[in-house]
């Protein structure tokens, strides 16, 4: 089967075939580094892991390209507030950001453009605009002329008839409504509120507008016209409307072939919003005593076009389902006996959880094979029915699917491998009816500070 993925910029699902054959050029909006990133941007970057793994795990080399935003209004004003400096400020955040996104085991990407180390690239993307009739200056800043612009609207689907265009209706700020567009700063003149942040160019002293940034660094990077572009369903408009418009009217070719956004996150069924008190930050969370990886499979688990309800419950239980897996493995490891190598059963789940994959991320699908996998195997082991070599099959797939989600994996924070011993020690003795011995290593567990519960995926070890 074929990738599917549901083109936002036509409405409907595609056939994948990248531009050339074997590669993929994938570009992600990434941070805006005057903060640390909240739940609702790490709901976006995750769906991009999940992309970008997938991918991968279908054959392709992924270039993976995400952009840095280090200039704009909220981090100029973060500046004069603070006293830092542009540079000090959006390195430390960048530096969290990278540490965040290992902490939930985001896959780095292959480059990360910073908009401060293309300004002569914007510069040259302004200048070409200039030539073309597509963008006028005004007062020292210089704005794209929207209704230059006819297909203006094919991605977001906006009338470009009902937006307000011209001299008469600029916006400056980097923060307007999503609902207004109207000519846009691609370049801001330097007024004194931007303090040091400037730079001399040949179109003047002042700094670039957040829309041009992208398209500089992603046309630098990934070439005019590249295969797959995502982001927040709240990028869409207008800041890539806005992307498509500056980059097609400067080459003259299609900016991306596939448009892929994520729908929002909401908190407890709420907007979240620091006014609420439901605006959280990983570090939030993990501050809490949260697993990560119980964050990361909440963060896939909702397929990426469909809102996602965050819940503390769905947190718990997302742990609790990650504990089955972890389960598993232990009850795979204690297999000793002769029965079923498990190459039919293997293959044909991770057939089925490809071909979820392929159609359009269908995460909830992906996961119904792995449990029904790990619950029809289960029965096979309560039967004897599984080989040693069927254990190691079943393990494999399981390392397999992982690089794709990224949760199957046993946690660093499992228990020690002495311990875990003495389980399987335990088990092989209930196994052979030697219940002494397996009340004597349990109450061993106990004393060193584990318990060793029984359940029907098998034994289960929590610290006391």
Avoid at 73 to 90: M, P, V
Avoid at 131 to 152: I, N, Q
Avoid at 392 to 398: C, I, K, Q, S, Y
């Amino acid at each position: 089967m074929a990738i599917q993925f549901y083109n936002t910029l036509t409405r409907q699902k595609e056939i994948f075939e990248p531009i050339e054959p074997g590669k993929v050029g994938l570009y992600t909006c990434g941070p805006t580094v005057y903060n640390f990133a909240h739940i609702g941007n790490l709901r976006t970057f995750t769906f991009e892991d999940l992309l970008r793994r997938h991918l991968e795990y279908r054959g392709y080399a992924v270039r993976h390209v995400k952009n840095i935003t280090d200039v704009e209004d909220k981090i100029i004003r973060t500046c004069r507030e603070t006293g830092e400096s542009l540079k000090a400020l959006t390195t430390r955040f960048f530096d969290a950001f990278l540490q965040d996104i290992d902490a939930i085991g985001l896959l780095r990407a292959t480059e990360y453009p910073r908009a401060t180390d293309h300004i002569n690239d914007i510069v040259a993307l302004i200048q070409t605009l200039l030539e073309k009739g597509y963008a006028y200056e005004s007062d020292g800043s210089v704005y794209f002329r929207l209704g230059a612009f006819k297909d203006y609207g094919k991605l977001s689907h906006h009338d470009l008839d009902a937006l307000k265009t011209g001299a008469s209706g600029r916006v400056d700020s980097d923060e307007y409504a999503t609902e207004d567009a109207r000519d846009f700063a691609l370049w801001k003149a330097w007024d004194e509120e931007d303090g040091p942040v400037f730079w001399e160019t040949a179109i003047g002293k002042g700094r670039p507008g957040w829309h041009i940034e992208c398209s500089a660094m992603s046309t630098k990077s990934l070439g005019p016209t590249f295969d797959i572009h995502s982001g927040g369903i709240d990028l869409m408009f207008p800041h890539h409307e806005n992307e498509i418009a500056q980059s097609e009217a400067a080459t003259g070719k299609p900016f991306v072939r596939y448009w892929l956004h994520c729908e929002h996150l909401i908190v407890e069924g709420r907007k979240m919003s620091k006014s609420l008190n439901n605006f959280f930050t990983l570090r939030d969370l993990l501050d809490r005593g949260y697993d990560p990886t119980a964050l990361r499979y909440v963060l896939i688990s909702t397929h990426y076009r469909q809102r996602l309800n965050f819940s503390f419950d769905a947190i718990e239980a997302a742990k609790e389902t990650l504990h089955r897996v972890r389960d598993f493995r232990l009850r795979l490891r204690a297999v000793t006996g002769e029965g079923s190598d498990l190459i039919e059963e293997t293959a044909q789940r991770e057939a089925q959880f490809a071909a979820a994959l392929d159609d359009d991320l269908n995460i909830a699908e992906a996961m119904a094979a792995v449990f029904d996998f790990i619950r029809d195997t289960n029965k096979l082991i309560d039967q004897n029915g599984v080989s040693l070599q069927g254990a190691a099959n079943a393990e494999t797939m399981l390392d397999r699917l992982d690089t794709v989600v990224g949760v199957f994996g046993m946690p660093a924070e499992e228990a020690p491998e002495d311990v875990q011993a003495l389980a399987l020690e335990r088990q092989a003795a209930r196994r052979a009816k030697d219940f002494k011995r397996a009340d004597a290593i349990r109450d061993e567990l106990a004393a060193s500070g584990w318990i060793i519960e029984d359940t029907p995926d098998g034994p289960r070890l929590k610290r006391v």
